[in-house]
DNA sequence: TAGATTGTTAATCGATTAACAATC
DNA sequence: TAGATTGTTAATCGATTAACAATC
């Protein structure tokens, strides 16, 4: 019999990758509901994915193997996944922009469940250095280069407007983050190593536009 | 010769509409700098795409096809762009929860940019009502349905609790909207019909958790 | 047993990239 | 002209799906 568990330093697809936290989602589901099997079929018919795509998801993850007939045991199932994901590790973050956005995120309870714990927030207004929202202590921009080295800070959070993303990004950079969530819209000149995620309203409001423009064009008329 | 023009109901890949807005933010910074001509080649190399990809991408929104040698014209470009999107067409939403999330994008400018425009806010706490965030009044969520359906609303934004989403999503779905943007982590079941646009905070932190596994374990060790 | 389910291998599909002729 | 650039057609690549044997 092989080793069923995943190599440590195996890599998922994005497209995987996003796939889990709605899986995790419907396994939560399916324990409180008292369920303790759930088939791979199960959660492709809910989450509307082919079945194969679900099966090949969990393998890569899965410390076990599913059972014929009955599936994979739903609390092995949602450790493996949280385990992958890393929500076990506590992952410390410093916020950037102490705005509304920043305010909203710093308010932000899910976080906890990720593992994703902001320990500090910056910003340049006076106004806001050394308040605290929601337990969290705002700094001036001028010492987050020296807490996130001191600190030994990976993740950055750069909710400051567009403008001031590039510098922001720098200041991380220097300070040994090893990755960005960027709530700016702008393309964000990193070194290599350093992962920039976009959290891209933009794209977002794209795809809502296109919808309603094809709804709209679909329902006047059908002429070629 | 041809007439360029795509056609009306044609549309874009996702992918393809996703990276319009980065097209869109390249060119607005080379006009402001001055320029009138841009090259596909030299978006591909700014934005780190295949140029082949990035003329695709522009031949599908473009009125006129680019000039040997010189490229597109910028505002030409812009124009384009912006018409294909719906940029300039004034979409009235509404925004359902004004916790802090909600009123975060509440004052969000930038979405004047891509004609987005929230015209009312609703919630179920009582000391909201009627207070305006904004210049935007927050109703009762009894008041929801009914309001979409008189000021024939398409787009709802859902910043509720994941718990809340589903309910908030059913009363949209009857106030006759046509696309969600929904913020709230929970797969939405809604008619065909309707689009459900996910921001999707899980997969996204999804993403920043496996570069920092993979980065701290290659750092670690290179032993198979 | 029959049937639900897993998991593998091969086929399909769609997006990206490469190659190249056409144009200014 | 030579060279930068466009835009098309064909090749590649990777993700998803289909087919099917194995298992409980």
Redesign the interface.
């Known amino acids: 019999m092989k080793d069923k568990t995943p190599a440590?330093?195996s890599?998922?697809t994005?497209q995987t990758?996003?796939r889990?936290?709605?899986y995790l989602?419907y396994l939560k589901k399916a324990k409180a509901e008292g369920r303790t099997d759930v088939s791979a079929s199960a959660i492709a018919a809910?989450?509307q994915l082919n079945d194969v795509l679900v099966r090949k998801d969990i393998a890569a993850v899965s410390s076990t193997g599913g059972r014929p007939k009955a599936g994979f045991n739903v609390c092995t199932l949602i450790r493996d996944i949280e385990q992958y994901?890393?929500?076990h590790t506590t992952?410390e973050t410093v916020l950037v922009g102490a705005?509304?956005?920043g305010?909203?995120l710093l308010?932000?309870r899910?976080?906890d469940m990720?593992?994703?714990k902001i320990v500090a927030a910056f910003d340049v207004r006076r106004s806001l250095i050394h308040k605290k929202i929601n337990g969290v202590e705002v700094y001036s921009l001028a010492k987050l280069k020296n807490f996130c080295l001191r600190q030994n800070i990976?993740?950055g959070i750069i909710t400051v407007p567009a403008e001031a993303a590039q510098d922001v990004a720098n200041r991380l950079v220097d300070g040994g983050i090893?990755?960005i969530?960027n709530f700016a819209?702008?393309?964000l000149q990193v070194p290599e190593?350093v992962?920039v995620?976009n959290?891209?309203?933009?794209?977002?409001?794209?795809?809502?536009?296109?919808?309603?423009?094809?709804?709209n064009?679909?329902g006047e008329s059908w002429i070629e």
Chains 1, 2 share one sequence.
Do not use: C
């Not at 795809?207 to 423009?213: A, F, G, K, T």
């Open positions: 440590k330093n890599y998922l994005i990758l996003q889990m936290p709605y989602q809910e989450l994901m890393g929500y992952k705005g509304s956005l305010k909203a308010r932000n899910e976080f990720y593992g994703l990976q993740i090893q990755a969530w819209f702008v393309k190593h992962l995620q959290e891209d309203l933009a794209s977002s409001l794209a795809m809502l536009s296109q919808h309603l423009r094809l709804a064009e679909m």
